[in-house]
């Protein structure tokens, strides 16, 4: 049993007019084992909370804490996170060009896992997870997200999640330019993910349509750089009917 | 005959061919300073069959082709004996020809190669600097109709090396010359990998790698002259730099005379900053004297390390440190990969790892 509690997280950006505040006060706690919607407009804040807990450079946390399993995330670099079992599922995933996939995975594993994985296993290891993700097996030889399409991008990313089985999960987007065969073989992955691993996940979304395949168990709106309502998959609904609106400034 | 070693055409930093030298780090090679050995320290770690490797005369072996850059004519002045490596006709050489340079502790050197691709000849050639040096050297590879020749030079020379050279490729009919020049080492490196083509049909892809660190200047002039028709030339090279006095120059000249219809070209230049001060040169230029040709082109980037990679990896749970030995282990494979020489392939990756553990 693992938490995330995140209490009054508060984060700036430096711009050109110096800095702005894009996160004010959020206070979110996920166990494993739950699915907590983040749902919001463009622009609320909802990428800069999953890049922030991962540890981007960009962003500045100026109050607030983040733990996991009190542990103080905020002091951790990133990949002291993703040891600690944090994962970010991007929405965009950078390419690296000449590294291969399967190098990528397997440094990966090693490193989070503090030793190689045996040859054999992980063969067979990757093989399934690539299998369940309609992935064909010619993909490990290529580049890290170089001159994939959307699909095999968002595909990518939850291979890594279910081989680095983190603890728990932010999905930024992970439904974004995705038709509804992938979107579906996508959800699945997570599912799958979640049911064997005992994952938490924050699904970062902007439409209701990633829910029809991911079950939330909590709703959270957000908007300004906070959760403004907080429910239960209702809230989705409600979502789903009247937009966000109202909760958008006049 | 050349009056390349009198004192007034000693070049003096505002030519265009040797703006972007020091010269004062050339250890006299360019101002006839110092006296240059007429010495062959190449030698071959074995022979094939199919393979001859002898040392000629100048008047036996001369030249094959024109040259303006002050340095080769001085070598050709100084070097009396040319090292000839020839190919047979028809010889199928699957295993490479390694050629050594053992140069340690000695005088200055200007030295002269030839390379014979015989007609329908298939073969490996590496050519491996190491070690300490004061070099001038002329390499002119001759293919003759349908011969296949990959050439490669490491450049893994010690800190003080100072290293000029023309590698001078001259591809006949349906000939296909392809080149490697790998540069990590030396206080100065200047080479001009250069081709013109004497058939039909011909084609010449030059790839290139180079790391340069702090005190080392890595200059790379290519020239390709397009003025037969239907050839085709392929030019990549890469490179890496990591400190404040790390240099790097890349040139790439292309020619199309008016008589070269059909060329197909296309040069790319890309240069990775790994460190506040360290500069790197490159100088795409493309002459076209005739409109019908399959394609031209070139592109040259010169950019910083990629924080998004690094991040990207790190976020998955890979240190710092090895997220950007990844990084830029992959911004060179596509260049190492091309080799097919795996115990080369690997010599040279980890030869780059060591050089990132110095640039730190």
Redesign the interface.
């Given at each position: 049993m693992s938490t995330l509690i995140i209490k009054d997280l508060h984060v700036s950006v430096s711009t050109d007019e110096g800095m702005k505040e894009i996160l004010r006060g959020v206070d979110l706690t996920i166990n494993s084992g739950e699915t907590h919607a983040i749902m919001g407009p463009n622009g609320s804040g909802k990428s800069t909370l999953a890049y922030s807990i991962?540890?981007?450079?960009k962003y500045t946390i100026t109050s607030g804490s983040v733990t996991l399993d009190g542990q103080d995330v905020l002091d951790m670099?990133?990949?002291e996170?993703?040891?600690a079992g944090l994962?970010?599922a991007?929405q965009y995933?950078?390419?690296?060009?000449?590294?291969s996939v399967s190098?990528?995975l397997r440094?990966?594993v090693t490193?989070?896992r503090g030793e190689a994985p045996k040859i054999r296993t992980w063969v067979g290891e990757v093989k399934e997870a690539m299998t369940a993700l309609h992935m064909d097996p010619e993909f490990s030889e290529r580049?890290v997200n170089e001159g994939f399409s959307g699909g095999e991008k968002k595909r990518h990313e939850i291979l890594?999640m279910e081989l680095?089985k983190p603890k728990i999960a932010i999905l930024d987007e992970t439904d974004s330019g995705l038709d509804v065969d992938a979107l579906r073989t996508v959800s699945e992955g997570v599912n799958r993910v979640k049911e064997n691993q005992d994952l938490g996940i924050m699904l970062i979304t902007h439409y209701t349509r990633i829910l029809r395949y991911i079950n939330p168990d909590f709703v959270h709106v957000f908007a300004g750089g906070k959760i403004v309502e907080e429910g239960g998959p209702e809230l989705a609904a409600k979502l789903e009917e009247s937009g966000y609106a109202e909760y958008l400034p006049a | 005959m050349s009056l390349a070693t009198t004192n007034y055409l000693t070049p003096t930093g505002r030519e265009e061919a040797w703006r972007f030298t020091p010269l004062s780090r050339l250890a006299g090679l360019h101002d006839s300073s110092v006296e240059l050995a007429d010495r062959i320290s190449l030698s071959a770690r074995g022979v094939p069959a199919g393979a001859r490797l002898e040392i000629k005369s100048s008047e036996e072996a001369p030249s094959l082709s024109a040259t303006d850059d002050i340095v080769i004519e001085r070598v050709r002045d100084v070097a009396h004996q040319v090292l000839v490596l020839t190919i047979e006709k028809n010889a199928e050489i699957g295993e490479p020809i390694f050629l050594l340079r053992k140069s340690e502790g000695q005088a200055p050197e200007a030295s002269r190669v030839q390379i014979q691709a015989g007609a329908h000849s298939h073969a490996t050639v590496v050519i491996e600097n190491v070690g300490s040096a004061v070099l001038g050297e002329e390499i002119e590879i001759n293919l003759e109709p349908g011969a296949n020749l990959r050439f490669v030079t490491l450049q893994e020379w010690d800190n003080n090396a100072v290293h000029i050279g023309r590698h001078h490729a001259i591809v006949g009919k349906d000939a296909t010359f392809t080149s490697y020049v790998i540069t990590v080492g030396g206080s100065v490196v200047r080479i001009l990998p250069t081709v013109e083509y004497s058939g039909p049909g011909s084609s010449a892809d030059l790839y290139g790698l180079y790391f340069a660190t702090d005190n080392q200047h890595l200059e790379h002039r290519i020239h390709v002259e397009h003025k037969i028709p239907n050839a085709k030339s392929r030019v990549n090279y890469k490179g890496a730099l990591s400190g404040q006095s790390a240099r790097t120059v890349w040139i790439g000249d292309v020619f199309i005379k008016a008589t070269a219809e059909g060329t197909d070209t296309y040069e790319l230049n890309r240069n990775l900053l790994l460190s506040d001060g360290a500069r790197a040169d490159s100088v795409p230029n493309l002459e076209i004297e005739t409109g019908e040709i399959v394609g031209a082109g070139h592109a040259s980037t010169t950019g910083r390390f990629?924080?998004?990679?690094l991040?990207?990896?790190?976020?998955?749970?890979?240190?710092?440190e090895?997220?950007r030995r990844?990084?830029i282990?992959?911004?060179?494979?596509?260049i190492v990969a091309k080799l097919k020489i795996q115990s080369l392939e690997e010599r040279i990756m980890n030869r780059i790892d060591t050089e990132l553990e110095e640039a730190k």
């Open positions: 991962a540890g981007h450079p670099t990133v990949d996170r993703a040891k994962f970010l991007m995933p950078v390419e690296v060009p000449g590294v190098n990528f440094t990966a490193a989070i580049s890594q680095l | 990629d924080d998004e990679q991040f990207y990896l790190q976020s998955r749970g890979i240190p710092a090895e997220a990844l990084v282990r992959g911004f060179f494979a596509e």
